[in-house]
């Protein structure tokens, strides 16, 4: 990196937020994905929208890639930068700035951390509902760029589905401004849902405002064993038949039952071929009506033992082993490939028995989690990424539950983000006329192609 | 037009389809937007997507304007021809593709009219809520193109919250596929977040896939009737303080009572000042409570009498003399000005005041009615457009209903689209990069300038 661009930086930043020290730089070489790390130029950490307008134009001017990091929980490889680039931490642009109660909104800084906000906004009986798996980390400005998703997506939505506005940076560091307060807004193209998972390749988010709920009244969580992963999948599509719309509605299989159970100790049945972990939520007697129904249908599909939760103790304690996924099969093995290939709902029996198959095909250790009701499993692939040979069936692997999860109608991600793990694969879903259109559309935002390369629609040429 | 076009034209579409005598063509020159008329060369009526991607291909070698029409609803002229240009009505392409009930999405042609699908998915116990005032005759593609709102907007959203995905073609003809039927998506761009509410000016709509809902299970609706509008507006503050979210939440001011009730002889109450129309709708239990809830805040604030409709066609009554508000203002002078400046919902009472003062100040017959609930009122200047004193005086009264609603911190348009209309007055919200960032965004995916030339983001240089 030329002296002048690190000259320039420090005279914007101040020495303090400008990251230099190679121990540093390799912090942000990676982020949650099994990808190459790369060690970026400069590591910089903005306190104020001026300087984020600032560094977007020196990068602009001398062509240096810029990459927006929030808290790395990336799991397509979004926050990997590039090496003559920078990383830009949000982590002092972390402020929430409104919370309307009467209009049920919030303003916030991209840096805020997701479970904050949903803490703040509780406490005056507000909901924000996207709680992806990392919520206790992640930050909203990550939320936003992936359009992350969460145990909630059935009932709630997504990311997507709370963003009302937004103002952000272009690649030549014009300011731009969309979307609004009031719930209806048809002025002006709807570039904050162009912004939604567009993976930090547009521009730079400054702040979003997100839409917020009443909280709801009460909820009741469940947890329903089964000797056979067949009958849980088969609970899932009768709950879904029946039009109820749990808040959650997870499934977790025994190799992963038995790894949250030692890593968590939570009292979960290691001997269960599958649990899966209900709530309902809302007015009180919908939730004791749509609680019997659901107990109805477990017990109809052979259902083991059903638990309700008696307090909110012991939810808590359930939610809390089921959040503990993640890290409790990370420890098992030297690399984890967490995939989020995701299928209609309906199809969950049949893509539950795919996953299965491709395991046994492979040989390969796959543990099968996730946000069921809404059909996106979370396969989770356990190896060593220097066995060579087992690398190469991972990959196979990956391929197949990609292609399986297309044959069924589905999509390569529900909630991860193409990135650069999936953008080889995107023309398999979209086409090569979308993805064109999509490139076209990207270089007339950013001509020298320096926002986030390589990310979501594959290398393109920087200028 | 030249006559190689005209011939191309005709092979692709055959005689029928395509239209070239003057009373066809200015039959399409204008849409519900007071702006003058514009009549097209020629209308084209395809059949098939082959024929769309032909006609437009064809447009693009020759640089001919396209204006696509559902049924002409449009109030801020974004239907409005190019005198050099086509229109291209979406009548033949009104297939339901498929009603998913497990799934619950449905897929469709953009001329299927919207209370169509809506009356298909119910007798599957399916909702399709998004609800604009034209639902009858309006399609599906003209609501996805200008994110269309309507009554239901406080409680349900507006039609962006139910698109999942879509296909359409590019101005050279390129087809392009996003989102998916999954309720979960973050592979690509989310294009179809872009296309929805880009009034044809981004590519011409293929198929839709739209997002349902269970039907819910019952509903209540009220009709609270008051001695001064203050009270009312003042009655939705107060529902909207008290968490409820009503499923419709309309405000009609008593010049709007007299025209409707002239119109639909419903049995409006002529005198009352104004009144509230107010449906709930989910679980009874829910229904009833709210109900209740609802009733005490009506009297707390001063409501003269609260009716509640006893049943189905009592209901249906109530929301048709609503829904014939339109029409019943338009009898009354030969032009009328229908505005959708929006307010965040809890400044609805100012919102109110203000539009008397404007009324007042400029000397002009203003009938307020509209979604209160949301915040999106409907401030309808009626007056004669060859009065051109008076026209001026209605001219910077629209003006100073905009600058009222943005220092509420509210939007131009909720829910009727930028288009012709509020294009010129887009820089007060979102400033001039926002408009520089969407010129640059459209003129990459349309170099020629030959979709909907002018709407939205204003004049545009045509190649």
Same mark, same amino acid.
């Given at each position: 990196m030329k002296a002048a661009v690190l000259r320039n930086l420090k005279n914007i930043l101040g020495k303090d937020h400008l990251l230099t020290e190679i121990e540093d730089r390799v912090t942000y070489s990676y982020d949650a994905a099994v990808l190459e790390p790369k060690t970026p130029s400069a590591v910089v950490m903005p306190k104020t929208r001026e300087q984020v307008g600032q560094i977007v134009s020196l990068c602009h001017d001398y062509s240096i890639p810029i990459t927006v990091r929030g808290s790395g929980t990336n799991l397509s490889g979004g926050t990997i930068?590039?090496?003559?680039?920078?990383v830009l931490l949000t982590g002092c642009l972390n402020k929430i700035i409104e919370i309307n109660e009467h209009d049920m909104y919030a303003i916030v800084q991209p840096g805020v951390v997701t479970a904050g906000l949903a803490a703040e906004v509780e406490k005056k009986g507000l909901f924000y509902p996207p709680d992806p798996g990392s919520q206790a980390v992640s930050t909203l400005g990550g939320n936003v760029a992936e359009n992350a998703g969460g145990l909630r997506g059935l009932k709630y939505g997504v990311t997507k589905d709370y963003v009302m506005g937004m103002s952000f940076f272009d690649a030549q560091g014009n300011y731009v401004k969309t979307g609004s307060k009031t719930i209806k807004c048809a002025t002006g193209y709807n570039l904050?849902?162009?912004?939604?998972?567009?993976?930090?390749?547009?521009?730079l988010i400054d702040e979003i405002t997100l839409k917020l709920i009443p909280y709801p009244a009460t909820r009741k969580s469940m947890v329903a064993v089964y000797d056979t992963i067949e009958q849980a999948s088969e609970t899932v599509s009768a709950i879904i038949a029946a039009r109820i719309i749990p808040a959650t509605l997870e499934i977790l299989d025994n190799f992963t039952i038995r790894a949250v159970e030692d890593f968590s100790h939570a009292g979960l049945p290691v001997d269960a071929a599958a649990l899966l972990l209900i709530e309902v939520d809302g007015h009180p007697v919908v939730v004791e009506e749509e609680g019997q129904k659901i107990k109805t249908l477990c017990k109809k599909l052979g259902v083991s033992t059903l638990k309700v939760a008696s307090d909110d103790k012991e939810r808590d304690r359930i939610w809390a082993a089921r959040r503990s996924a993640l890290s409790a099969?990370?420890?098992?093995? !030297?690399?984890l490939v967490l995939e989020d290939a995701t299928v209609p709902r309906s199809r969950i029996p049949d893509m539950v028995n795919a996953l299965q198959d491709v395991a046994k095909k492979y040989d390969l250790s796959i543990g099968t989690f996730g946000h069921a009701g809404d059909g996106n499993l979370h396969p989770t692939i356990l190896t060593d990424k220097r066995n060579k040979k087992e690398w190469h069936r991972v990959e196979q692997a990956i391929e197949e539950i990609f292609d399986k999860a297309l044959s069924m109608g589905g999509t390569?991600?529900?909630?991860?983000?193409t990135g650069l793990a999936k953008a080889p694969f995107l023309q398999k879903e979209i086409g090569l006329s979308s993805i064109e259109f999509s490139r076209r559309l990207r270089k007339a935002m950013? !001509?020298?192609?320096?926002?986030n390369p390589g990310k979501l629609t594959g290398v393109t040429p920087r200028v």
């Open positions: 930068p590039e090496t003559d680039g920078i904050a849902g162009l912004m939604v998972g567009s993976e930090g390749t547009l521009g099969l990370a420890k098992l093995k !030297p690399t390569l991600s529900g909630e991860h983000g950013d !001509p020298k192609g320096i926002l």
